[in-house]
């Protein structure tokens, strides 16, 4: 605690406190274009402002659920920084008029939720936290609240259902979970990353943030860079830079001088990249990404595959993370992601059919009826259904080729 | 049947929610921690803490696969197969493991998703532990040091120790 | 109201309802699998998706509430595709066995997948294995193998049974439903989720592989087994009946039925009914049975006078058998000396007097009071009724329960007045509610009434048969003074509204009116009563005094119903003549004369009527036992030999003169009883306004095996209804009049056929003046007996009791299925009474009252007041062993055995 207060933690909440401006904070960070750094990039200030004025209590829920495949940025926060966390959350629940937040980490963060829970008791002790905070008449409590294993429960209404103690599956939109979400109450979700940077957004000014990145990718944010790369890990990054900067720059290029051949730019549910120009001189922009190339940031994560990489191994893999972690509400996630995940394991175990392939753009249909469209459209209730489905059209538009050499063609059956 | 210390810790977690459903999940942690795995009984004790059955208790946490429904030993020890440690040697790490333990009633080795911890991938927890940059041989060294006591290890519900 | 347009069709909804209601509602079925119009949509099969314009993708309509101008598109190329890839992922791990399915024949996904899917799977990998069916409860299997995970069953537990003792378990294509391994899913709501299923992943043990759908003929018909008549479709094959579902009806049960109204019709077809008359213990013939009957009847009126003879029960038969043996009793017989309640109701003139509520009133209600016995064991579909106000509706509920319920989870406020006192509790509720408020809680619950706008629904019933029911008459009394205030009755047994309307009680004649008002009656009937007669306790005490001689009981056994069993067992050992007509020997007829065998249950036709006076038809399904006879017939056969000829052949001529006499009947018919949807509400006048007629209901219970996974509901068509006057109805009776059981499934063509008869009463007849309803209808004098309780004995606790719903009658005894689901008895008290006595939980203690004793196990249950107990009635260990119904409280010792 000493160690951070030196670093100036909680120096911005006796500010805002201070200041008791709620709208300051709500004018700083709509001018700073924050996007919820969750994986659906969301304007913060936008979703405060829908918050209704209904008189029922509201909610503060933080998202640490980070269980998206190769997405490791929030545990960093957690583990490293858990007084910036906090502060985080004491300065949005003022805005938002929360007297009750609870921070949702995944149950595997056993480690960050005591960093956290030792913060939070630090900040309590030090009135930071709890009841007339500072002598300002503001309540705050922060329950922390471990999951226990269940990628779902970062999809926000799954969060909450989960947060009160059901099983995590999401919710029928709308309505919202900021009209109707904890308790049947308004409730805020954000991710870690996003309440960590509104402290850093009121400490440069909203207007200053804004100037880093491009268009509406203001800011910084971080990435977790993994995979065949020399230097994996989680970086800030700066909105604007090109793929190539960030691969072979800031992550130092392939592993052994191998070549590149395909890699993952928004985590696991989005389409992927390959080893092209066009590709690799992408600027790092949430929309141009999208408009350009089909495919989005995500969560941060960048997944960077070598020359000798199996694409229908990784995609298999990933089809098998997403059947195991379909909540099985929904019928085309719960039975189509199985059978995706069966198909995919003959084809690349050397067991594969001459027509698995369309076989799988078939199965992906009835759970994504545009298969190879971005943004996917889905027949699910949720954005999990159609993520295998990113995988398979991945395979399809770069690797047809090298899927049908593995599998036979059609000619040859 | 939470421990007189537990049955404290149980309330005063129950406290902590609006709802009493809402604790669930973490005294289906603290059970776990204490009996080494979520049992038919305890999963009836919540049921009363939490104001609800011992069918919904059941129905919350086979949800989640943290909560292990049969006994399995002192040490969890999960493997992160998933896309980053494919690649670097997580299966490797696993298969050597799974084989090494397969028999022994106290450590329970388990395939899971990522655990972000890709950066440093291959990784694993043990009682929700992290262990990274492993190799098969470190795993195992780290699985032997834990029973030898020469690492404390968490509660098997990555409580603490 | 707003418009939509589906499939360009535009049609007028409400804002907010759901779009796949609405096209159902106007012809357009989209399938589904998860929806279900009685409980919330959760959207998660997504055999529903359609094309909404405007919106990305496609929305399930099951979810997608409708708003002004929404355009909808069910049958695009789209929407067929999404329809065919999730039927064949539905189809991925369902196996495909339907031969030796039980649901095979009447599967909502096999028939989906004609209609709507694709031809053939192409999934050619490993189906998901579970072990085969494993049972969930002593009457529920489950075979997790065919489990679409609809989620119907486990919504069905938590929502509306409120026993959410199954669940989903384990996650995505592993999910499986699931009760915890130490609880079964003993819910008395079971069997619905049986029906509800959409595949034959749940079955029923008493039902499994007894039959085929499509060998099954059906009838629509009512439930016997409690007040509430749940409305069912009475399945057989070869002449035994199999099955029962629930029909939805809006009124009365929402689809619903309770477990023992589903499996207790197996008693029908037990080894042990009577099937043959017999006399002096010996079969004989029924004109030697009849004949001996008569005699007995004659020589005891000749020797001894009317008032000499008695007549108990009549609650439950039909309308008309209640009619008749009223007609007997008191206009050929001429005794008053009549009771259909056997000391666990209320006065009659209460039941019938008072501002009655419809169940539907609930949902509206400003509060509802809560009087009444746990209605979870009494009446189990009031019970769902009354949760769904509370839950749904948000209606708060005012509690006078003295021991904890079913309902006590969703009660507002507690007013918890001990055992005796509930009388005086209302008074101060009332008190409240004009400003003077005894204290912080009735304050709470008269603010809560204030606060809100529609009537009070008091639910009114006997919520302790160890004390006189003065203080629940004196609460009543109390209540009955406000503005507005509506009372649903909660007595218990089957058709015993319809008893006390037929005139089943002292003092009272057919039609809501006292024995003053006879006229209506006496155009018809030989003789009226003039002074009123003995309730049933009167009846008891006269046959040991010895000034009744001859008792008839009428499918009635005091023994094991009347409160207090040791003074039933004196008088029936005393009375020296019993003439039973009943389906079943038991302990108070087995000295009777005469035993007169009668039909039960799906074994006749006629009408019934539930606990907020409506009258509905029930349906002959099956031929009769033996040679059983309907009890009407037996009356009238009896009446004959006593010189009065009804001249009455068919049921429906007797439910004609029922009418004709009864004021409260005033313009039905049992052409409209037959094709009006949800029967009439009684006095029939009064409720004219919600009469519906059937438009066609062939389609669905034509015999062909109603579709049981959706709610079976008529599609009723309102038409006007202009009620006719007595005579008119008499008239158009006898033009109607069929083969009883044929009435119902043949309205289907003949709405307007009906519609005229109904509607049409002509010049002559409206100029015939027939008594005019209002006039004579009873109405409660409020007038309520003092309470004067026993004083505390301190080493006493004070004993509660009330029905339990697997109780010891012939429906539990003789049903096979559900005989086994009754658990012991046991005694509960406060966890400090248990203290007090110093044993354990569960250990076997010594209770003992003025009346008796025996050894029970004691059991410590929450929310029970300190110096209370509770024990449930029947048995040989029930607490009709100890009442004693002379004292206004039953003060019982406990001692622990040495
Ligand atoms: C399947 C799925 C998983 C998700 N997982 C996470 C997660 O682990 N962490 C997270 O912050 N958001 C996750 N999200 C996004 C959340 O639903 C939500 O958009 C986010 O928490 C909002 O916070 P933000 O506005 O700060 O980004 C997930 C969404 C889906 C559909
Ligand atoms: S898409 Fe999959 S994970 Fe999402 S709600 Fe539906 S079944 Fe659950
Ligand atoms: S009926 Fe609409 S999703 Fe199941």
Redesign the interface.
Known sequence: MQRAQADGAYEMWKEVLRRADVQWIHDEVKASGLRGRGGANFPTAIKWESLPDNGLPRHLVINGDEGEPSTFKDRVLLEGDPHALVEGVCIEAYRIGSHRAFIYLRGEFALGADRVQQAINEARAAGFVGTNILGSGFDLEIVVHRGAGAYICGEESALIESLEGKRGMPRIKPPLPIHVGLYSQPTVVNNVETVCTITHILKMGGAEYAKLGVNRSTGTRLAAISGHVKQPGVYELEFGMTLRDIIFGIAGGIRDDKQLKFFLPGGASFQWLINSDEHLDQVYDIDDISAKLGTTLGSGAIMVYDQDTDPLLVAWRLAKFYAHESCGKCTPCREGSGWIEKVLYRMSHGLGRPNDMDALLDISAGISPDVMKAPFTQTTICPLGPSPVSAVASLQKWFRAEVEAACGTEAQA | MFTDANKKRATEIVA????A??????L??LAQDQDGWLS??A??EIADY?D????????????????KRRPCGNLVV?VC????C???GGPEVLERLEHKYASDHDVFVEE??????????PSM?V????HEHLTPESAEQIVEDYKAGRLVA?GV????A | MINVTIDGKTVEANPGDLLIKVAQENGVYIPRFCWHDRMKPVGMCRMCLVEVEGIRGLPPACTMPVAEGMVCHTETPAVKQAQDDVLEFLLVNHPLDCPVCDRGGECPLQDTTLAFGPGESRFVEEKRHFEKPIPISDVVLLDRERCIQCARCTRFADEIAGDPLISFVDRGGHTQVLNHPDHPFASYFSGNVVQICPVGALTAKPYRFRARPWDLATVETSCGQCAVQCRGALQSSSNRLVRLLGVDSDAVNHGWLCDKGRYGFEYVHSDARVREPQLDGKTVSWPQALDAAADALRSARDLHGAESIAFLGGARGTNEDAYAIARLAKGVIGTDNVDSQLGDGLPAELILGVNRAAIADLDTAAAIVLLAPDLKEALPVLHLRLRRAALECNVPIIDFSSVPHGLTREVTHALAPLPGEQGKRAEQLVGALNGNAADAIVAAAAATIAGRSGNIVVVLGRSNLAERSDATVQAAAALAGLANVKFLSALRRGNVHGALEAGLAPGILPGRVTIEHRDAVQQVWRTAPEVPGLDAEGILRGAIDGTIKTLVLVGADPIADFPDRALAIEALNAVGTIIALDGFGNASNQRAKVMLPVTMFGEKSGTTTNLEGRMQRVNQKVSPEGIAMDDWRIASEIALRLGDDFDLELVDEITAEMIKVSPALAGATPALLASSHDGVRIPVREHATEIKVRKNNAGLLDGEGAVSWEPIKADVEAVDVELATHESADESADESAGEAGAAVIDSGETPSADKATITAPTAEASATVAPTAASVLLTWNRIAPSVSLPGRDAYAVRLVSGPALYDHGNAVNASASIVGLRGPSKLLVSAADLQRLGVTNGTEVHVASAKGAFNIAVHAARGITQGVAQLAMGGERGANALIDVGSSATDVRVETIQ
């Open positions: 902590l929610y609006p709802k459903h809402s604790a669930i999940l973490p289906a942690h038919p009984e999963m009836d939490c609800t059955t011992a069918a919904d208790v059941q129905g919350v946490c086979s949800f989640y696969t943290m909560y999960s197969t998933n896309v980053t494919l690649v670097v899971v998703e990522c655990l972000a911890a890709c950066g440093n991938a927890q009682n929700y532990e992290y968490r519900s990555g409580g603490l």
